[in-house]
Every structure is written in C-alpha cells, then in structure tokens.
C-alpha cells in the first residue's frame, strides 16, 4: 500500500475513529486502525467491538492499493503533530512508513486477517432523515442516560419508530428525557432499539453538515448510520427499557412557566452553598414568582427569586440542581415550564416542542 493523502483530512479522520478504539483490550487486533487503500479513497477503520466506525477519505491518490493495520493512538498523534501539508501513508514488509517532508515514522504493522470483519451498511429498509434531526434528538436525551452502575438496559437510549414519529428517550432513574421528531420520508413498520450512549455519540460525531439526508438502519442486533464519507455500527442493548410513558405525569395541579436562562442562572447562585453530599434546591412557586431556597450545614443558605407565571395554588418541591441545570442547557424554548402534584411526585419540564424531561424530586426538608 501506498498513499498520498492530505494531512488535515487524515488528522480529522483518524481522530474520529480513534474515538472508538480502546487503549487496551482483550483482543490486541482492535488497538489498532484498519487502513485500505482502493481506487482513490481511503478508508480508516476502527471498533472496541461494540461500536464500529467506517470512515472515506477521497480525492487521495492511490499509487499502490492495500491494507495495513497500524497502531491506533500512535498514528493518529504523529499525523496529528506532521507541519507538512501531504502525508504519505506506505506499507514497506511488517512497516507503515509515514512521511512528511522532513518528518517520517515507521510503525509495527498486524496481520489484517486479524482483524474482525466489519459489515458494510445495508440501505434496504433504512430510513432517510436530517442529520441535524438526529443530532438534536440525540442532545437531548443521552445527558440523561445512566452512568453509574445498575440496570444495564438504561446504559443506551431507547429508539423507536412508528406512525411517521423518531422518538429517543434517556433515563437513569432519577430523571427521563423524552424527545420526538417527525420524519421527513415513510417510516414503515414500527422499530425498536436500545443503543447505547457511545455508539449515540459517534453517530453524532461523523455529522458534520446538518442538512446532509442520512440513512439509519435497525438490524437484529445493531444501529447503523450512513453518511456521505461515513459508516457507524452500534450493537444493540438486551433488556428491558423502563416504561418511560407511565412516568410522565398526565394531569398536573401546579404549574409554573419562567425564562429559562434566568432560571438557570438564579438556580446556579443558589445551589452554590448546597454541599456535594447534599445537593438539593427548594422551589417554591407564588402566582408572579419562583422562589429558590439552598442552605448546607457547613456552607450557610441562600434564596433568589425571579419573575414567573404560575397557575395552581401555591406550593413546594425539591430536586437535585444538577438535574435541573442539564436539562436547562438543553431548552430550545424561550419559555421553560414546570408542572408538578405533590411535592413528592415527578417534576414535568417542558424545554421545547415534543420535548419532556421528568426529574424525580428529593423528598427530605431543606
């Protein structure tokens, strides 16, 4: 193999697959990058098993085609740190020679056939959408999904499809985020997946120009994306997602509308005295105003209040701040709204159109 290649697009394409390759894994194979050199594109190829990632480089020009599988994190540095504007990419016996200029670097190579075989995407069936469509349903639910260890199932977001509808949704068990966005081609039958939030996150990566139709496509047991220049493959989650519909509340007593910038700004001052063992903000609503109240044993206690629309009686709830101020960053709305029963039921934000996010609240005195 030998390739001339543009060094920025390299650097680009090798940081983005990188983002998938572990630093060590139980198969050495995969702690490195696939490259394949045929007519005038390259492609870099990279995985951890669980989440695959097939990126196309044209306009290079291919003197010798081939393959060569090269250590992940080195060749992606030393093309990442080269001054020159062309890189040259040539595989001389068990070597990968990288030139430019004055700068050269000679890797230890692996046997391709090593290396495990990666599908190509399957268009039949897939479904056309907006890259910049998926991007933001995936912004606005995979802040949501669990980190911690627990149930596995919530370690992805679940994807559905069905009546014309793309709906994710993310939860830890402590808050959900449901988004939804209508599809701008025919859906088909109803689908169903668990992705989980890395994979979600590498699709996200790989989109570059929101307006690009891009297809996505559910198979037995994985998601893939494909873009112009990319490939992504996710495999899917088993388990069971909780019933995220019978959390959302239906009716509500208290609700309480606010700018929402305003809102995470007097949210952000109060929570400053709340401890890291005790993070919780007490949210009063009156008729014209929400009143936040924080206090912490060690720290001392802080209130601020801001102007707001309320309908209900007056009333009291609880939540971590945290919760509240990652879902703030989210809302695409000027106007955020909060709903709620009783003090110890589930807090109901709405940050935009076809946009929840539920928080459980805290339920001891503050």
Known sequence: MKVLCDRER?????????SVIPTK??????????????????????????????????????????????????????????????????????QLIITAGADRCEL??????????????????????????????????????????????MHGIL???EDG?????????????????????ESGPPRKAIVPTKGMQTFVRVLSDPLEQVQLQFGTNQLGLKTRRAEVFARLI???????????????NHMVEADPELFARKLRLVSNVTTSDARAV?????????TLYGR????????????????????EITFNPDFILEGLKNCESDRVRLEFNERTSPGKFTLGENYVYIVMPITVDV
């Not at 995969?30 to 990126?55: F, H, K, Q, Y």
């Not at 997602?241 to 009716?251: D, L, S, T, W």
């Not at 007490?282 to 929400?290: A, H, K, P, T, W």
């Not at 912490?296 to 009333?315: F, H, N, P, R, Y």
């Open 10 to 18: 390299l650097r680009e394409g090798l940081a983005l697959v990188n």
């Open 25 to 94: 894994a139980t198969r050495p194979a995969i702690e490195n990058v696939l490259l394949v050199a045929t007519d005038n594109a390259l492609e870099l190829v990279g995985t951890d098993l669980e989440v695959s990632l097939r990126l196309r480089i044209d306009d290079v020009k291919v003197i010798e085609p081939g393959t060569v599988l090269a250590p992940g994190r080195v060749t992606s540095d030393f093309v990442r740190d080269l001054g020159g504007e062309t890189v040259e990419l040539e595989r001389q016996g068990d």
């Open 108 to 153: 230890p190579t692996v046997d391709p056939d090593e290396y495990p075989v990666i599908v190509h995407f399957d268009p039949s069936g897939a479904l056309s959408l907006q890259a910049g469509t998926f991007t933001k349903l995936v912004g606005r639910t995979a802040f949501a999904a669990a980190r911690e260890q627990g149930r596995y199932a």
């Open 159 to 161: 994807t559905l499809v």
């Open 165 to 185: 509808i793309l709906r994710m949704v993310g939860t830890d068990g402590r808050r959900l985020a449901v988004a939804s966005n209508p599809l701008d081609s």
């Open 238 to 252: 088993e388990g069971d997602f909780p019933r995220y519909a019978a959390v959302i509340p239906a009716e509500t």
């Open 282 to 290: 007490r949210v009063g609503i009156r008729s014209d105003r929400i």
């Open 296 to 315: 912490s044993t060690s720290t001392g206690q802080a209130t601020s209040e801001l102007e707001a629309i309320a309908k209900g009686t007056d009333a």
